[in-house]
């Protein structure tokens, strides 16, 4: 018997594959499970002043158009509250001081940072991080397509918030000159200088969002988007020997754009 | 210095939806009360464990303090009006543009998306050593960090200082007083009205807080009166980075010309005092006089009368020379400028 359970768990082992459990799962998997709060990431530094504060409060937020029941401490950012309380890690902290735009999720359909934002303050209002801009069926948003289809970052740290803010700006600018979409974004850094790949990238965004594409059918540039069973690095490989025109003029375009 | 990714000290949130609760809460918990508007001045604060209130009274639930009402006298604006909706409101735009494009030159976007106007007046300091939690005389102790031969001063006073150098921080201030606007404050005795210029103060008056309000006093709403509806504005701001940074100079100016000459005018500096500073000399100087360049460069040269630089910041003198001789002569700022996106020309930094 025993050597029938050892064989199984081995086998088990060695058929538990790395694509099922990634590292993003588990890590989800057990802020889920309310374990991770306050545990590796987070220390609660200070003790509460006095004792009729300490506490947390069951309330419900409205978050990417679903009620999310969640108990929130009194002092608690509404980052804090996304990233720990409800799993939403898409939204970065970043400087924690309103300075840097990680944090950017839309409140009502206005960028805000949500580093500097109490949880309880937001009771009532809606709340869309980026893992509420897709589609139910797993569209991408317009603009989320175009940072694909324009591979608009480097190491993307950046990124959400970045999305956020230009999803939250062209709802009111749906047809900005490049200059005003600079302006609309100028509350979100990147640290690895990618702005003009950005800048790419989302006015693009705002064309798709314009013509109602979504990417999907516009073939103005190759997707480098992968397809099922193929890394990134793949498609890019397959398209600059198969399609290299395209990559030129795409590479050409960028740099003409760059300090145009 | 910063401690951060961890959770704020506790406090007591409190969250009134009128300003009769407000003012009561506020009453009832007298100094050990902390006002929190947009939140982004507070916010460095407590997560930096500087200032520690045991009670934060939580102003976003009082929607009678939000919101733009125009009347016949003026605009009627509430404490809790963000700035990025003062930028777009209308009637600001078109009769008190001085207002909006002191707004949207606001640190970020999303910043004016959250903050307030009355937060934007009543904001703290930006002195590092001070906010640094330096036990500075602002900060009840017996020194003045900036002020000394390797201080770092370059963002500091050269008007107005009394042991304590640091300059005001806000862009609509100045714009506000250019305007001649009414600060609304409430409290648990009633209600009072000051000029703008009076609801700053300096610290030879009070070293520890920059504006009038008391524990208890809250900044219910500003009126503008009409009296400088339409006029010739003027603003600019000069600071290092065209986004987030605070000013290291900036200029309000309301004027109304007749026949080629200035018939009257209102003018306020910042950053350059620890008040936003009205330039009454400079106002009664050029009345009367043509509006042009030798106005302008007579103007900008008593506006300086009486400048103490520190070590680093002796640029803020030809600097504020220069805003005030635009402001009167109406050169209109480079365009990069205006645009907010590139190329307001770094003053010269003598940090070596």
Known sequence: MADMEDRNQSRQQAESPSKTITRRRFILGVIAGGAAVGAASYRFLAPPAHGRNGGERLITLLVNGKPRRVEVMKQETLAFTLRYRLGLTGTKLGCDRAECGACTVLLDDVPHYSCSVLTHTVRGRSVTTVEGLAAPDGTLHPVQQAVIDQQGFQCAFCMSGFIMSAVGFLKTNPNPTRQELAHGISGNLCRCQDYSKILDAFMRGAEYMRNGTGGRQTALLPTLSPKNGERMGQRIVALSSGGGESMSQQTGAANTARRA | ?352
């Not at chain 2, 007083?177 to 000029?195: P, Q, T, Y």
């Open chain 2, 1 to 352: 210095m910063a401690v951060f990714r961890d959770v704020m000290p506790a406090f007591d949130l409190l969250q009134p939806d009128s300003v009769a609760e407000a003012t009561r809460l506020l009453d009832e918990n007298g100094s050990g009360a902390w006002i929190m508007a947009g939140g982004l001045d507070s916010f460095d604060w407590l997560k930096d464990r500087i200032k520690k209130p045991g009670v934060l009274v939580d102003l976003s639930g009082i929607d009678e303090l939000k919101g733009i009402r125009v009347s016949g006298d003026g605009v009627e604006i509430g404490a809790m009006t963000t700035l990025t909706e003062i930028a777009n409101n209308p009637e600001i735009r078109k009769n008190y543009s001085v207002l909006s494009d002191a707004v949207s030159v606001v640190a970020s976007p999303q910043i004016r998306n959250q903050g307030t106007l009355g937060g934007n007046v009543s904001q703290d300091t930006r002195c590092w050593y001070y906010r640094g939690g330096w036990p500075c005389y602002r900060a009840g102790g017996n020194i003045c960090y900036a002020d000394t031969p390797v201080g770092r001063n370059r963002e500091h006073a050269i008007f107005g200082a009394d042991r304590c150098v640091a300059v005001h921080p806000s862009d609509s201030a100045p714009a506000l007083i250019a305007l001649d606007a009414r600060f609304v404050i409430r409290s648990a005795k009633g209600e009072r009205v000051v000029d703008a210029e009076d609801y700053f103060i300096g610290p030879d008056v009070d070293i520890t807080r920059l504006n009038i309000l008391a524990p208890g006093d809250l900044l219910t709403a500003i009126r503008i009166p009409a009296a400088w509806s339409g006029t010739k504005f003027y603003f600019e701001k000069v600071r290092d980075r065209n986004v987030w940074d605070f000013p290291l100079m900036n200029v309000a100016s309301a004027m109304e010309v007749n026949g080629g000459n200035i018939s009257r005018i209102r003018i306020a500096v910042s950053a350059v005092a620890p008040r936003p500073m009205r330039l009454r000399n400079v106002e009664s100087a050029v009345v009367g006089k043509p509006v042009d360049a030798s106005t302008g460069e007579m103007a900008g040269k008593l506006a300086v009368q009486g400048a103490v630089p520190l070590q680093f910041n002796a640029y803020k003198i030809p600097l504020m020379r220069n805003l005030v001789k635009r402001a009167i002569s109406g050169v209109p700022m480079p365009q990069q400028a205006k645009s907010g996106l590139a190329g307001d020309p770094i003053p010269e930094a003598s940090w070596s």
